[in-house]
């Protein structure tokens, strides 16, 4: 469960396999980088890719932004070699693809373990297939270090037989189902990618439909695309503001002995003041 607050606004994927892209990812205005050994690699390239994403993330330079290494999947012939290049990497988190099972997640464990990975290191799953879905509350029960769900989009919408619509109508109740399992446990939960690059207001009516339903941020997959996801996702000065006042309003009540507090004609209650400190606290760590 997460016990902190950061800012997940813009969740880039680059491909483990592109040295002069992970390096210039460094300067990118994302909150999440996810250095990509599965999707994004071919299998020629799978050594190199494994090589160049653990050296890099050991070189440094990205500051605050959060490093997530996104592995083939447990049951394929790459994981042990994967499993490996995390432990050798000094990476913020491991996320697994085609998750649709506890058992998948013991023996991810398992090899990382072996492989000599901080037995802390947190743990990411995708969200991307009917049975991944229908098992996600187990799933994340099975362990704690599970800290983010991403939306698999793209292969969900081709599991479902789902055609492409502006909407993504076919997609709302798989997207809302994972989200209710997400806040039961505590966690965050990303968006999906957008894959059509030469269309800004489609990716911004995404983003916004994202920021509606619940979503925490989006997954993307071009530079380009960062801006509109932190503008989208983001915690704007004003809300900053109101939430401090939130939060000042509640301090003056309960030291004048009272549970509740009215602000600007609102009423003030615990679990206002609990948002108005996550709010707060991811406005103050916000890659500007």
């Known amino acids: ?91 913020d988190a491991i996320l697994l693809p085609k998750v649709e099972s506890p058992a998948v997640i013991k023996e991810a464990i398992r090899q990382l373990s072996k492989a000599g990975a901080a037995a802390d290191l947190p743990i990411w799953i995708m969200a991307e297939t009917p049975r991944g879905l229908l098992n996600l509350d187990d799933i994340i029960a099975t362990e704690p270090r599970i800290e983010v769900i991403i939306m698999g989009t793209s292969d969900l919408s081709k599991e479902m037989r789902i055609q492409p619509s502006t909407d993504r109508s076919g997609l709302i109740h798989a997207l809302s189902h994972c989200l209710l399992t997400a806040r039961a446990h505590g966690l965050d939960i990303i968006d999906g990618v957008h894959l059509t690059l030469d269309d800004p207001d489609g990716l911004l009516a995404a983003c916004k439909q994202g920021r509606n339903l619940g979503f925490d941020g989006k997954s993307l997959i071009h530079p380009q695309q960062i801006a509109p996801a932190n503008e989208t996702f983001g915690i704007s000065d004003k809300e900053a503001e109101t939430a401090r006042e939130i939060i000042h309003a509640w301090d003056v009540a309960r030291n004048e002995g009272q549970g509740i507090t009215v602000l600007n004609g609102q009423l003030i209650e615990q679990l206002h003041v609990d948002e108005a400190k996550r709010i707060l606290a991811i406005h103050l760590a916000t890659i500007k």
């Open 1 to 91: 469960m997460t016990t902190h607050f950061r800012p997940r606004r813009s969740v880039l994927y680059m491909s483990g396999s592109n040295s002069r892209a992970l390096k210039k990812a460094r300067n990118l205005p994302t909150d999440c980088l996810i250095f990509d050994l599965e999707d994004a690699v071919a299998p020629e390239a799978k050594d190199i890719a494994r090589s160049q994403v653990a050296a890099t993330i050991r070189a440094g330079g990205y500051d605050q932004r959060e490093i997530i290494i996104r592995t083939n999947a447990v049951e394929t012939e790459w994981f042990t070699a994967d499993a490996a290049a995390v432990a050798a990497s000094s990476a």
